[in-house]
């Protein structure tokens, strides 16, 4: 079964079309990289199956089960809106981060406000906030910050600030994980330490998009490549396919001009 | 020397109406401007109107004229006249202070960027929870500078209940040039250079307090 469906997306800002159409599904710990220009709806695209914007026609499935349905005018409980979010992890290109909090407050605020809601969470707080922090604590060690824990977000590199914000998302071990660009906003010389992070989540099968303009990281640790231009996908397919002998015109031109860059 | 005490002592009386001013103002205006806030942040068009045109009209407005209108208006308008000369000076002091520090707060709330909200969205938090445990600490530390230049205004702003007759330092003050006496009149723009001194003692300390992190 797929773990992501997407089905017939679209979404228009005023008279804009930005999304025109998009389907894709994905299985359990595939790692797929959606390329294209700018403008080509790739952030947009991210944006509507996160819920951060409002898809305006399409539906999302998770497991099988509808998350999103565009047609349903129903509005949704707050409750549920929250718990299908829960399903996605969200990496911004500008990390994000909580200013006041420290690294480990960073990535334990959300899980322990969500704690909260836990029936025997009264019974059982002490038990509950410790697990939290000792979960917390394994991800940033994971992640190689485990000397940074009491360190503010302004006292740290734009890369430890990427992989923090990368800690805070796994942290709620959402199903699937999506990357926004999260190397466009970092120094060259501190993605290296980012798409490595990437690389060991994928050996762990954690399932994720990654939109980045990263070609030779997309080749890389992808299963597929999804290329879209204009609001719709133009190619889809295995990295050595898509990136190496593109058949589409407009796939060959947007990647001949980032290899002349 | 008799007189001189007297004089310190009935300055002193009047300055305490002065304080009990201020912290009123202060303890209710606080809290008040944020509900003014929401108001005028709210996506509902009638409530965001309504708000707004409150506060254009307490800003637009003197406060002495406010006070002078609180007074009055329940007794002219309503057959309700307020006993409490006080009561009105405070009750005018919590709606203006509240005005403009609910523009300091929406300043301060729409300073933060969407990017924390959208932060707090995908990691599954409701937006109360966004709001208090996320965007309002960073909304404190921004608007620390604004507030204190706002509450040192309260301060010498509080003479400004002698226009109803209620007996603040100035007014306490003023009763002894009758009798000749002119430096207690003077000498109380020593009570207020104190109290603000120490008030920006204190804010110096809570924006050094906040100064732990940047952005």
Redesign the interface.
């Known amino acids: 079964m797929n773990i992501l469906e997407v089905k017939n997306l679209h979404k228009s800002f005023d008279s804009n079309e930005v999304l025109k159409g998009v389907s894709f599904n994905m299985r359990q710990g595939e790692v797929l990289s959606v390329l294209g220009s700018s403008g080509s709806g790739k952030t947009t695209l991210l944006r509507c199956i996160?819920?951060?914007e409002k898809a305006n026609k399409g539906k999302i499935f998770v497991d099988g089960e509808i998350v999103f349905d565009a047609d349903e005018t129903k509005p949704k409980k707050?409750f549920d809106e929250?718990?299908k979010?829960?399903n996605?992890?969200?990496v911004?290109q500008?990390f994000?981060?909580?200013?006041?909090y420290n690294v480990l407050e960073n990535v334990e605020?959300?899980p322990k406000?969500?704690a909260k809601e836990r029936q025997d969470f009264k019974k059982n707080k002490q038990e509950i906030l410790n697990e939290i922090t000792i979960n917390a604590k394994a991800i940033l060690d994971r992640i190689g910050l485990t000397d940074k824990l009491y360190n503010?977000?302004?006292e740290l590199s734009g890369g430890q600030q990427q992989r923090v914000?990368i800690a805070?998302?796994l942290a709620?071990n959402p199903k699937v994980l999506f990357f926004d660009e999260p190397t466009s906003a970092l120094d060259p010389e501190l993605t290296g330490e980012i798409l490595r992070v990437i690389r060991s989540l994928a050996s762990k099968k954690i399932t994720m998009v990654i939109v980045t303009h990263e070609i030779d990281f997309a080749r890389n640790v992808s299963d597929r490549v999804i290329f879209m231009s204009d609001g719709v996908i133009i190619e889809e397919g295995k990295p050595q396919d898509v990136i190496d002998n593109p058949e589409n015109e407009r796939t060959r031109l947007f990647l001949k001009r980032l290899s002349d860059k | 020397m008799t007189m001189f005490n007297d004089a310190i002592g009935v300055l002193f009386e009047g300055f305490g109406l002065n304080c009990i001013i201020f912290s009123c103002t202060l303890l209710l205006a606080l809290p008040l401007g944020l509900v003014i806030t929401f108001g005028s942040m709210s996506k509902f068009a009638p409530l965001k109107w309504l708000s707004r045109t409150f506060v254009w009209i307490i800003r637009g407005t003197p406060l002495m004229l406010q006070i002078f209108v609180v007074l009055y208006a329940p007794g002219l308008l309503l057959d309700f006249p307020l006993k409490s000369r006080l009561t009105a000076v405070l009750v005018a002091f919590v709606i203006n202070y509240a005005a403009y520090f609910s523009e300091i707060y929406r300043g301060g709330i729409e300073s933060i960027?969407k990017?924390?909200y959208?932060?707090?969205?995908?990691?599954?938090?409701?937006?109360a929870?966004i709001f208090f445990?996320?965007v309002l600490?960073?909304v404190v530390?921004r608007i620390m500078p604004a507030m204190s230049n706002e509450v040192i205004t309260l301060v010498k702003d509080t003479s400004l209940a002698r226009i109803v007759g209620v007996a603040e330092i100035i007014m306490c003050a003023e009763r002894f040039t009758k009798q000749g006496l002119i430096w207690p009149l003077f000498s109380t723009g020593i009570y207020f250079l104190v109290f603000n001194g120490i008030l920006t003692l204190l804010f110096g300390y809570i924006e050094n307090k906040l100064n732990?992190?940047?952005?």
């Open positions: 996160t819920s951060l707050p929250r718990k979010q829960l996605f992890g969200l911004f500008s994000n981060l909580f200013p006041q605020l959300a406000l969500l503010y977000p302004c914000s805070r998302a709620l | 960027s990017g924390q959208e932060a707090g969205q995908v990691l599954g938090m409701t937006k929870q445990k996320v600490f960073q530390k732990y992190y940047r952005g």
